[in-house]
């Protein structure tokens, strides 16, 4: 779903620009409210190592053609969605600027794509099947699982309309709709597991760090004298996962995704590649900015062993994003929490 520079025109690429600015603004002004624990910011900070690891696990789904996670649902059920829109963003900006991987001229549109489109249809999916389930943790589960498949197709039909409003080539319409929505919606398949499973594993350990899984739990009331009054509060269970050690264990996860399963990942170009290719979109791509950056196509330059230098390119874009994220979302938290102390 990354989109190269030249499949937009620049006007249009700088509309989704100042679109993106003020998302991120307004992002950052909620993410202050959600980072407002002090446990809230690292684990911002692994979500975002998170989504960049994932991210270079392309699955195959069917005709010759693979997907990875976007991880907009992910990100916003897990730490909330202004904070998830920065998430995204970050391991966009990482991707564009180190490896090559999505246009820099086209970073408004990646971000209203992937980012904005993502977590704002995810996070409104979510929400509004938990105000349907019963307020448990199989309910997170299972709403993140749907809200995750929802999101991708959607951002493949924003896609489709910002390429019907400044593509760089004539090409019909109908058919961009048609196979990009197609092809995203198998690859939803795949963002839902992976959203699903990773959201469960979390809650089962420690469902007090994970944003969509506040106030789960009803107040009983008991009937007294003919009147329903609240029962007293349970005394709190110690959490089974220390925040350091869900962290260490997120973060070696991250690690051996990136330096080593990514290996194995798909081949196969991915759903916007395939439909560009087979449509005629990408007849006036252009050059990478980027493209001769030291970690470009995630491989590390002047390493012949290809094992080596995609596990390495891993390892290190892991360990710049959770620092590039870390340092943003503390930054974030800070400013919030200077006014309180003046």
């Not at 907009?72 to 998430?87: D, F, K, R």
């Amino acid at each position: 779903m990354h989109v190269p520079d030249g499949f937009i025109d620049a006007p249009t690429s700088a509309v989704t620009g100042v679109v993106a600015a003020g998302a991120l603004a307004v992002s950052l002004r909620g993410a202050r409210r959600e980072l407002g624990e002090e446990r809230a910011a690292p684990l911002a900070g692994l979500v975002a190592a998170f989504i960049f690891a994932v991210q270079m696990l392309n699955f195959p789904v069917a005709a010759g053609t693979s997907g990875h996670l976007l991880g907009g649902a992910l990100a916003a059920i897990l730490v909330g969605p202004y904070t998830a829109v920065l998430c995204v963003s970050v391991v966009l900006l990482m991707q564009g600027v180190l490896f090559a991987d999505g246009g820099l001229t086209a970073l408004g549109v990646n971000i209203t794509d992937m980012a904005i489109t993502t977590t704002v249809v995810s996070y409104a999916v979510f929400r509004g099947l938990l105000a349907l389930l019963p307020r448990t943790r199989r309910s997170v589960t299972a709403a993140s699982f749907v809200a995750a498949l929802v999101s991708v197709p959607a951002a493949a039909v924003v896609f489709t309309l910002i390429y019907a409003i400044g593509g760089t080539t004539n090409v019909s319409l109908g058919k961009v709709a048609t196979a990009m929505i197609g092809v995203h919606v198998l690859i939803g398949i795949g963002e839902a597991v992976i959203t699903a499973l990773t959201v469960g594993a979390v809650v089962a350990v420690r469902p007090d760090l994970v944003y969509g899984a506040r106030g789960l739990r009803q107040r009983l009331q008991l009937r007294v004298n003919g009147e329903l009054v609240d029962a007293p509060a349970p005394t709190p269970v110690a959490a089974r996962t220390s925040r350091r050690t869900l962290w260490i264990t997120g973060l070696a996860t991250s690690l051996v995704l990136a330096g080593f399963v990514s290996f194995y990942a798909s081949a196969n170009p991915d759903g916007l590649e395939k439909v560009a290719h087979d449509q005629g979109i990408d007849q006036k791509a252009e050059r990478h900015a980027s493209a001769d950056s030291p970690l470009a196509d995630y491989g590390v330059k002047d390493v012949s062993d290809a094992r080596l230098s995609g596990g390495l390119a891993g390892v290190i874009g892991v360990g710049v994003t959770v620092v590039a994220g870390s340092a943003v979302f503390w930054a974030v938290r800070r400013r919030r929490s200077v006014p309180a102390e003046a």
